[in-house]
Nanobody
Framework: QAQLVESGGGLVQAGGSLRLSCAVSIGIFNFNNMGWYRQAPGKQRELVAI???????NYANSVKGRFTISRDKAKNTVYLQMNSLKSEDTAVYYC????????WGKGTLVTVSS
């Protein structure tokens, strides 16, 4: 059983930056993929960024060039650096760990004011 805890959300002005963190209770290399998803009000949850066990990253088109996913093996933490934030980035951001089982964090709210 793994627990994922997100942090780093908050209120930021358009054009600003935030860094989200996802602390995992067990080694992140237990999972094939670590990802960030988001869900805006009234919309379905969508993939934002993913990093594979091999270090390959993939991003939603809407965030390419602005967001960067990274990880720290020693800290069992996955990060999402978000730059040039837009109002449409406002959502609850969830961390996901995908392996033999799939785990979700409870989410952290990001609000971007225009």
């Amino acid at each position: 059983q793994a627990q994922l805890v997100e942090s780093g959300g908050g209120l930021v002005q358009a054009g600003g930056s935030l860094r989200l963190s996802c602390a995992v209770s067990i080694g992140i290399f237990n999972f094939n993929n670590m990802g960030w998803y988001r869900q805006a009000p009234g919309k379905q949850r969508e993939l934002v960024a993913i990093i594979t066990i091999g270090g390959i990253t993939n991003y939603a088109n809407s965030v390419k060039g602005r967001f960067t996913i990274s990880r720290d093996k020693a800290k069992n933490t996955v990060y999402l650096q978000m730059n040039s934030l837009k109002s449409e980035d406002t959502a609850v951001y969830y961390c996901n760990a995908d392996g033999s089982m799939n785990y979700w964090g409870k989410g952290t709210l990001v609000t971007v004011s225009s």
